[in-house]
């Protein structure tokens, strides 16, 4: 059963601490997806990957946040320090490229105090 | 900036009904437009994608396209209190770029 994987699934931090999450996209799909969704804003890409390598992350505040894959299998996303406006639903979506259909993760549901 | 336009809704059908979701988008070079459907607390799952105009159907799912109007909607037939979510549209301007630009979604109720 092929599926996105995502860890934590759930996080409660002190503002000013470092958050990492990570996700294992579907084997075989080489772009990697990074959301973030609140009931403000909806979905809003961060970032996103292709063979490993970063082609866009101008959805991602740059001072405090960061992502990268290590290799293939994992994806990470870390905030540092982190802020109570971060508070959301994290969503790691992994695809094919070429294709345009994305496959989400279960979601790592942040909330920072 | 790319925009795709939903209802918020909610959409409130009784269960056997047909329910329609609508959805605009802004950009004309739009070529692949698809339907996620997410439950509360839980992420979005595709359900349906369509490519080209018209109609395309999948179980009790249909999508319609039409790029002239730059509308691409989704019928539920025989809807159930399962069906109740929020439905969220994404649409991607092809050409080898694989991001999608998501609506804000429309929630659907369906009362038994």
């Known amino acids: 059963d092929a599926r996105v994987t995502q860890t934590p699934r759930d996080k409660v931090t002190e503002m000013g601490q470092e958050v990492t999450m990570r996700c294992q996209p579907i084997?075989?799909?080489?772009?990697v997806f990074w959301y973030r969704q609140t009931m403000m804003q909806g979905l809003e890409l961060l970032a996103y990957?292709?063979?490993?390598?970063?082609?866009?992350d101008s959805g991602m505040p740059k001072d405090r946040f960061s992502a990268e894959m290590p290799d293939a299998t994992l994806a990470t996303l870390k905030i540092q320090p982190s802020e109570p406006r971060d508070s959301a639903v994290y969503f790691c979506?992994?695809?094919?490229?070429?294709?345009?259909?994305?496959?989400f993760g279960p979601g790592t549901r942040l909330t920072v105090t | 900036q790319k925009e795709v336009e939903q209802n918020s809704g909610p959409l409130s059908v009784p269960e056997g009904a047909i329910a329609s979701l609508n959805c605009t988008y802004s950009?004309?070079?739009?070529?692949?437009f698809f339907w996620y459907r997410q439950y509360s607390g839980k992420s979005p799952e595709l359900i349906m994608s369509?490519?080209?105009?018209g109609d395309k159907e999948d179980g009790r799912f249909t999508a319609q396209l039409n790029k002239a109007s730059q509308y691409v909607s989704l019928l539920i037939r025989d809807s159930q209190p399962s069906d109740s979510a929020t439905y969220l549209c994404?649409?991607?301007?092809?050409?080898?770029?694989?991001?999608?630009?998501f609506g804000k979604g429309t929630m659907l109720l369906v009362s038994p």
């Open positions: 950009d004309r070079v739009s070529q692949s």
């Open positions: 979506a992994s695809g094919f490229a070429g294709g345009a259909e994305q496959y």
């Open positions: 994404a649409v991607n301007e092809g050409s080898g770029y694989s991001t999608l630009t």
């Open positions: 369509i490519y080209s105009n």
């Open positions: 990957f292709r063979n490993r390598a970063p082609l866009d």
């Open positions: 084997l075989g799909h080489n772009t």
